[in-house]
């Protein structure tokens, strides 16, 4: 990360003074803790001050439950978009160092060892990523049963509450971190609530492990830990290369299982729950070499094979594009980019441009449009520019930025032109819009139970169709007034209304993108069901025309032909207690080619690493092999446009 927050000012060297920060990560009640005291006592760590239960995030309204809807701690690598969450929180851990002798660091000190063993984290492995590309994780193994015996101690107690007045929750004060589908937890038995918590971050925490190098993480098994401390403590400084010292471990005791014994029936009771993840963590300190991914050496970007944009496609996709003459623009604001899909002599390439978190994109005529997190890009397909480029005589199109609008963080979800505006999904504050040069944005109309303009995300609005060149139809996955409200019924809350009556069209949905009119029918991604199907506007209903294997969201059409975009979806309260998260275990990141006359899936582009989420898909027809202009490069400061009047007094 590159950005620098206003807060930095006040630590010059926030951005770069850590080298490989060390977070341990374990469930609740797993021993984290005690392993992060004893590393704690070596020369070379730095812990941050501060309550436990991360009040540094907490403080900031990006990264805190309060400030998104009382989610979750969940946070994801897209996350770390834009200049505070990544700055910011640089300069709040920074502002707090200390080491084992209480010391701070100069201010001028860089490559400092952070250690961090906020029990949210093992929710945020990805985020940490982001923030800190050199961070290594340590996960403590702790055999469930005495992990949740402690957990209900520590609910019962009151010792770890962390959200003591949760909007919405009428159990026990909330303790330890937030997990995703809390909410799905109230008037549940504590011993479920405890199971569930525990299992929900396991999930979480070996899927992003499992995701991550072999040699940026280890194990450690909480017994042998409390066996032999020395033993163990020199090995994970062996291994995260901290400084090792004959005082640490000393204040690490074998422990006594007397609390397991105590709350053993109550445990017993959900026990068996935890089955599959423990087998799975039980493998990983078993035989962690064996189960952990093989360490790579350094990737080359460029090759096809180890690049972490790499993909992989059907082999008849080329003849696809070749046969429609066309090629797609895929939008992953998951990694910031905008991605053109073209056949590329015998096979297909993925040409990637950086943008902020880029959503909606809409095409009309030589005019691209693209939605980011502040911003709506407007580009010019250039076609004198086409003898310039490299290699000649390969590109039809060369789109080029003529302007950029800036809206402040909207959530800019879809985006489309209609008659002669450019009409925006504004997620934000519930309604859509279109831009003067006066505003950030022009409100054009809003759901009828939305009874203000809020930056409040109340109904998530996220989708628009364009029927004879006037906006007809927006998707929405609830009907809440409240911030953040639609959340609480995503799973089945969703509906299609008509935007000239303000009347609901299709009610009931799992938790609807892209609609589309197409062929005289109206289209819809049921994205909580992964599907794709045709709106019956007369009864309500929709005809599933195809199940795909992942989230869907992004279409577009040509002939026959849907290109539908599929995410993986992680565990998250955003995304979590869905029929497809139920339906499948894993999900795959990519575009799907459905025949809609067939339901017949029929080609597929997937990618493999680190693209993970798809938002937008849009075709373009006549189009085969487009380029979009790279800031800064000489398609843009060295190439000139004018009138034809300018033209012919110069010839």
Not at 23 to 50: C, Y
Not at 437 to 443: E, K, L
Not at 509 to 520: A, F, I, K, V
Not at 586 to 605: D, M, Y
Request: aromatic residues 8%; charged residues 25%; negative net charge.
């Amino acid at each position: 990360m590159s950005e620098q927050a206003p807060d930095e000012e006040l630590r010059p060297a926030a951005a770069n003074r850590f080298a490989k920060p060390l977070f341990v990560v374990a469930p609740p009640s797993s021993g984290s803790r005690v392993l992060a005291e004893g590393l704690a006592g070596s020369p070379s760590a730095w812990t941050a001050e501060g309550p436990e239960g991360g009040a540094v995030f907490d403080a900031m309204p990006a990264l805190s439950p309060a400030g998104r809807g009382w989610d979750s701690n969940r946070l994801n690598a897209t996350d770390t978009l834009g200049p505070e969450p990544g700055g910011r929180l640089r300069s709040l851990i920074s502002a707090g160092l200390r080491n084992a002798a209480g010391e701070h660091p100069a201010d001028e000190a860089t490559d400092l060892r952070l250690l961090d063993a906020t029990p949210a984290n093992a929710l945020r492995i990805p985020f940490l990523l982001g923030v800190f590309p050199q961070a290594m994780f340590v996960y403590v193994y702790r055999d469930p049963r005495e992990s949740l015996a402690g957990m209900l101690e520590g609910w019962q107690s009151g010792r770890h509450v962390s959200y003591p007045e949760l909007p919405g929750w009428d159990g026990p004060p909330w303790s330890y971190p937030l997990t995703p589908e809390w909410r799905a937890l109230s008037g549940k038995s504590l011993p479920e609530i405890c199971v569930s918590q525990w299992t929900m971050t396991m999930r979480i925490l070996l899927g992003d492990l499992e995701k991550i190098p072999a040699d940026r993480w280890c194990v450690v098994d909480f017994a042998a830990l409390r066996a032999d401390p020395k033993t163990e403590l020199r090995r994970l400084c062996d291994f995260t290369r901290l400084e090792w010292s004959e005082t640490m471990g000393a204040t690490i005791g074998r422990g006594a299982p007397e609390t397991w014994r105590r709350r053993e029936a109550e445990v017993e009771q959900v026990i068996a729950e935890t089955s599959e993840l423990a087998t799975r963590a039980r493998e990983l300190v078993a035989e962690p070499a064996a189960a952990k991914p093989k360490a790579k050496g350094p990737i080359d970007p460029n090759s096809p094979t180890e690049s972490p944009l790499r993909s992989v496609n059907s082999a008849n996709l080329v003849d696809i594009l070749d046969q429609l003459q066309s090629s797609l623009l895929v939008s992953t604001y998951q990694t910031g980019k905008l991605v053109a899909i073209r056949k590329d002599g015998a096979g297909v390439n993925t040409h990637f441009r950086q943008f902020e978190s880029p959503m909606g994109i809409d095409v009309r005529g030589g005019r691209m449009a693209v939605g980011t997190r502040s911003q709506v890009w407007e580009y010019h397909n250039v076609p004198s520019l086409l003898d310039k480029l490299q290699p000649p005589g390969k590109h039809d199109a060369c789109f080029v930025p003529r302007r950029t609008h800036y809206t402040g963080d909207i959530r800019i979800h879809e985006i489309a032109y209609a008659a002669d505006d450019l009409w925006i999904v504004n997620t934000r504050f519930s309604c859509l819009c279109t831009l003067d040069a006066d505003h950030s944005f022009v409100p054009r109309w809003r759901p009828p139970f939305i009874t203000k303009y809020a930056a409040e995300d109340r109904c998530h609005l996220n989708g628009l169709a364009v029927v004879d060149d006037q906006v007809k139809y927006v998707s929405m996955l609830g009907t809440s007034d409240e911030a953040g409200g639609w959340r609480e019924n995503k799973a089945r809350g969703g509906q299609i209304m008509d935007v000239p009556s303000s009347e609901p069209v299709i009610t009931g949905l799992s938790m609807p993108h892209s609609p589309r009119w197409y062929r005289d029918k109206l289209w819809v991604l049921e994205s909580g069901e992964g599907s794709i199907g045709v709106c019956d506007l007369d009864t309500g209903k929709v005809e599933t025309v195809a199940q795909l294997p992942g989230f869907t969201r992004g279409l577009s059409f040509l002939g026959p032909l849907a290109f539908i975009g599929l995410s993986e979806v992680r565990e998250s309260s955003t995304f979590g207690g869905l029929p497809l998260t139920g339906r499948l275990e894993e999900r795959q990141c990519g575009v799907w080619v459905v025949n809609i006359e067939t339901g017949q899936t029929i080609a597929f582009l997937r990618f493999e690493d680190l693209v993970q989420e798809i938002f937008a898909v849009h075709a373009l027809p006549g189009v085969r092999f487009p380029e979009i202009a790279e800031h800064g490069s000489d398609a843009i400061n060295l190439t000139f446009v004018l009138p034809d009047e300018a033209l012919a007094e110069s010839a």
